[in-house]
């Protein structure tokens, strides 16, 4: 395969590119001057989230769902696989889709990516390891995750389609990159998203009390998505192929991180905090090593978590003040 050192001029195939985080990688890469073919079911995704894409050279949107067989014309220089439901909302209410895609899915994109000798990029999650007994996770960690449990739908997903991905690599000569992504905060998440930070900016914004499952003791390692898209930038095009950390090794409890949103979203108000259950296997700390990501790619994140919360509570407020269905599902 030739030198594939640049995103530009290339062709690149983003799957759930109407999601969070693939619409931001999609408007990345266009930057980068590649022609961008986006795909996605819009189950979790939204097209409100590409819409700066439209009219925009090189941007091709295919409404499609990549569990059934996939083809995309022409040639084709890489594919990044961020097809699948990301919350925990979205993959217990949708268990089976969430495993389709990262089996069916997956198959199916590595199929793509096979017949047309393109550069796959997976993109996996910290989820692999579990409710870790390693801190902080390298790559090497092989994780401590309960197969049959509720969110075993989500790691064990991640886990196979990484298992599929090197099985390509060894078995048909297939290029891969793996990066594991971290929790990651940013404009276009869902205002119902389930997450920390979407909800606990909702929940200010509306004047409620913020929900700490368990007291939020267990702690989380939040990256700023641009942070995050350049470093899965610098994966897709580095000589890299084992799995790589991408987060931010700053780790906040839960409990600090809801002190922070309350901080920066309604200053100088009193925001009551309010215990409620804790979900099961929820996992009591993560955060990254990311020794690899330093070494292999000369990336780390630079915006800090304050800076970066203000940025999306910003966005929030627009969607807040429109209703709760404003943006749609961000995926």
């Known amino acids: ?66 569990t059934n067989f996939l083809h995309v014309p022409g040639r084709v220089d890489a594919i990044l696989h961020f097809a699948s439901p990301a919350s925990p909302v979205d993959y217990l209410k949708l268990p089976i889709q969430t495993l389709k895609v990262g089996s069916l899915g997956t198959h199916n994109a590595l199929g793509l990516a096979k017949e047309k000798g393109a550069r796959f990029l997976l993109a996996s999650t910290s989820e692999v ?24 739908v989500y790691d064990e997903a991640k886990r196979f389609a990484e298992a599929m991905t090197y099985a390509y690599h060894r078995t048909h000569g297939v290029d ?60 897709l095009v580095s000589d890299y192929c084992d799995p790589v950390n991408i987060g931010n090794p700053h780790e906040v409890s839960i409990r600090e991180l809801a002190e922070v949103i309350a901080d920066l979203a309604a200053p100088g108000s009193e925001v009551r905090l309010v215990d409620t259950q804790r979900p099961v296997d929820d996992p009591e700390v993560r955060r990254p090593d990311i020794t690899i990501a330093r070494r292999e790619l000369g990336w780390e994140p630079k915006v800090d978590l304050r800076d970066g919360l203000g940025r999306t509570i910003a966005w929030f407020r627009g969607q807040v003040a429109a209703g709760p269905s404003a943006g749609g599902p961000a995926g």
């Open 129 to 152: 390891y579990g409710d870790p007994q390693v801190h902080p996770q390298p790559e090497t960690y092989w994780g401590h995750v309960n197969p049959i449990g509720p969110r075993g």
């Open 1 to 66: 395969m030739e030198r594939f050192d640049t995103v530009d001029g290339r062709h690149v195939v983003v799957t759930g590119g109407a999601g969070f985080l693939g619409s931001h990688l999609c408007a990345a890469l266009l930057d980068g001057g590649a022609r961008v073919t986006a795909i996605d079911n819009l189950v979790t995704g939204s097209l409100d989230n590409l819409a700066p894409l439209y009219g925009r050279d090189g941007f091709t949107f295919l409404h499609y769902d990549v």
């Open 176 to 235: 891969v990159r793996v990066a594991r992504i971290f929790n990651c905060q940013g404009p276009r998440m869902r205002i119902d998203d389930g997450r920390a930070v979407p909800t606990f900016i909702a929940q200010v914004l509306r004047g409620e009390p913020i929900t700490l499952h368990g007291g939020g003791a267990q702690t989380r390692s939040i990256v700023y998505v641009d942070d995050l898209i350049d470093g899965i930038l610098r994966l």
